[in-house]
């Protein structure tokens, strides 16, 4: 079970994306989490930091943002297993 991060938009329960690039950074992410890439304690602990340097500078505003620090995230992890 993915447990959601307080910040991230839902509603009754279930993610929200207002574009299709959220669902896909989503979706990448629990995809590279299932293929071994990280596990998902690594990837909450990133996202976490992410989050609260990204809120340091200013708060999220609603779903953009909020994926836009998962994309962030997503890229910078996969970077760093690629060597890169």
């Known amino acids: ?4 991060h307080p910040s991230q938009p839902r509603v009754d329960g279930e993610p929200v994306f207002d574009a299709p690039w959220q669902a896909r950074t989503f979706a990448m992410a629990v995809h590279l989490h299932e293929a071994g890439l990280f596990t998902w304690g690594e990837w909450s602990e990133r996202l976490a930091r992410q989050i609260a340097a990204r809120e340091r ?12 620090v998962w994309q962030d995230t997503l890229e910078a992890l996969v970077a760093e297993r690629a060597g890169t």
């Open 1 to 4: 079970m993915i447990e959601p």
């Open 57 to 68: 500078l200013r708060p999220i505003a609603g779903s953009d943002d909020y994926y836009r």
